[in-house]
């Protein structure tokens, strides 16, 4: 395919406000694509060059695109500028300068050019990048050169989310059944361009073939959540209860000596955290395996275990060796995915708890997570007061005899966290989709509020439930202004449904974690809306900490939870 003919679908993809069209455009563009470009495509529209846990970057600053700007298009600097400061976009501006050009390029061609820009490092990189970008911008027509100034900024903006892919990828097979498969397909490996090339090269059953594999994370269960320990019981009958940890959820894949570490979004985080490699390499027996659990910093003369701020202080790229001094880790291991070529996915949390034990030598580092096995309610609840004592979360029960459900939520794993036994005292993960300029105070950071979203599973679209406007410092308002202007777009995004319009949307992209008094019935808010327009919101919400880098827009609260939290505040109050 020819590299103008995809940035034409972008055009399409990029004026679209409606979830129905997106699906469509983007089966279409799958169904004219070869089994050769379908994963590169798939990447590029996603604003990446591989899944986000291969950690390639581009490395390219505005000021950098800048330069190869105007190299590319024989202008001065000045006159770069110029026009991006009129244009606002760095896409336009390369639009503008670079009229009248090739349209040479394939997708391939295109792909392996910012592949090896990304590549690129070592003395005099940043000149190399400048000169390789440059060469490619010549080549290319002005809406081709657009999407690449876009792309190497990270400012594509299409908003083309995993479960629109897999939904357009069986839509574009002319059976949205298809979904399913393709799902549990990339539930294994994590990565959408693997499977879109194994189904258009091996059809379905190459598809249905695909396993579990040491190097590719599984995307993480979830769990479901009740408000007691009668309604745990009831459920599952006989239970595992496991302490919930408040700390960073990591899945560790050792292959002999090589290790690995991804985080919740699929991230890859091993250099951050050495002790745990080396632990792994020393006292995991299994020559290879894949283990889940929760890294938290600790005291190592005292055994506390640090809150979640302290935490995720360790999650950085620089600094880290004299942070691991201060802030050494702990990993409660609490998952056995895979060991030496067996798949324990499809195993019973019993099978699996007894073997990852056994795995594990005695040492200071990894250990598993506490655990007992109960059909007690009042047994639980001595456990959920002990462990709220300690400074953990609460409590996770786990059906005895269910597999490992790979990137679902269900009742497999059950949560109680302090604020399901009262009022509303739990946060909730919410996405921005767009936000109000500051007022008055707030007239200076340019950000006054933002607009909050949960996840709606069934549409795959995020539906409105508060405005933020407390919480944040005056930098992080600062910061939220830099941020979100990265991702603005000129419409309401396809995948947002909302009656409230914002001064500015944004793609919905980034996590933040909230705080309110109670949720309401609220006709302003699209969550959970009923006949009568009537939706649920948080009264009172404020922020809890900044972005969430740790989640991605789908791991915001569902509107399901939102729900099941409103009818549980009630029954606490009826009482």
């Not at 002999?256 to 091993?270: A, H, K, P, Q, Y």
């Not at 938290?296 to 005292?302: D, F, I, K, S, V």
């Not at 327009?533 to 399901?560: C, H, Q, W």
Request: glycine share 8%; proline share 3%; aromatic share 8%.
């Amino acid at each position: 395919m020819k590299f103008a003919r995809l940035t034409g679908y972008f055009e399409e993809l990029e004026a679209t406000s409606k979830r129905l069209e997106m699906f469509e455009i983007l089966a279409r563009l799958f169904n004219e694509a070869s089994a050769k470009d379908i994963d590169k495509i798939i990447y590029l529209s996603q604003g990446q060059l591989l899944p986000p846990f291969k950690n390639i970057e581009m490395g390219m600053s505005e000021k950098l695109l800048i330069k190869a700007l105007s190299d590319a298009s024989q202008s001065p600097t000045k006159k770069v500028e110029e026009v991006f400061r009129k244009t606002g976009d760095l896409g336009e501006t390369a639009e503008e300068l670079l009229k009248n050009r090739g349209e040479g390029l394939s997708v391939g061609k295109a792909y392996d050019e910012l592949t090896d820009i990304a590549h690129t490092g070592g003395t005099g990189s940043v000149e190399k990048k400048i000169s390789l970008l440059s060469n490619l911008l010549r080549g290319t027509s002005s809406n081709e050169a657009k999407y690449i100034a876009r792309f190497v900024l990270g400012r594509l903006r299409l908003g083309v989310g995993d479960p629109t892919v897999l939904e357009a990828l069986a839509l574009s097979k002319g059976d949205r059944g298809l979904r399913q498969e393709l799902e549990r397909a990339y539930n294994l490996c994590s990565d959408l361009g693997l499977v879109a090339k194994t189904l258009l090269e091996k059809n379905m059953e190459g598809v249905r073939k695909l396993r579990i594999q040491v190097g590719y994370p599984v995307r993480m269960a979830l769990c479901e959540r009740v408000p007691s320990s009668e309604e745990i019981i009831e459920k599952m009958g006989k239970t595992a209860v496991e302490a919930k940890y408040d700390g960073l959820r990591i899945q560790i894949h050792k292959d002999g000596n090589n290790v690995d570490m991804f985080s919740r979004n699929l991230e890859r985080t091993t250099h951050m955290f050495p002790e745990i490699t080396a632990a792994v390499k020393t006292h995991i027996t299994a020559k290879k395996a894949i283990l889940e659990g929760e890294a938290l910093a600790y005291n190592e003369t005292t055994g506390e275990l640090f809150p979640f701020q302290i935490t995720m202080q360790r999650k950085r790229k620089h600094g880290i060796s004299e942070l691991a001094k201060e802030y050494p880790l702990k990993f409660f291991a609490f998952e056995l995915l895979y060991a030496d070529n067996e798949d324990y996915t499809e195993k019973s949390y019993a099978e699996r708890r007894a073997k990852l034990e056994s795995l594990i030598k005695k040492n200071p580092v990894i250990e598993p997570a506490e655990m007992f096995i109960t059909d007690n309610p009042k047994k639980i609840n001595e456990y959920f007061d002990e462990a709220i004592e300690r400074g953990l979360e609460g409590v996770v029960a786990k059906r005895l005899d269910a597999p490992y459900s790979a990137g679902a939520r269900n009742f497999n794993w059950i949560k109680l966290k302090r604020s399901y036994r009262g009022e509303l005292a739990d946060t909730i993960d919410v996405c921005i989709v767009g936000y109000f300029r500051g007022r008055g105070a707030r007239a200076k950071f340019g950000v006054g509020a933002l607009l909050g979203a949960v996840y709606d599973e069934k549409t795959d679209s995020f539906k409105t439930v508060s405005k933020v406007g407390s919480g944040f410092t005056e930098d992080e308002f600062s910061e939220l202004k830099k941020i979100l202007d990265g991702i603005a777009i000129k419409h309401k995004h396809p995948r947002v449904d909302s009656v409230i319009e914002p001064d500015v949307w944004v793609e919905p992209r980034y996590v933040v974690t909230v705080t309110a008094d109670e949720i309401t019935r609220s006709p302003l808010h699209t969550a959970g809306k009923d006949r009568e327009g009537i939706g649920y919101a948080l009264r009172f919400p404020r922020a809890v900490g900044f972005i969430r880098t740790d989640k991605k827009p789908e791991d915001a609260n569902s509107v399901k939870e939102i729900i099941e939290i409103s009818n549980q505040q009630k029954k606490v109050k009826v009482g």
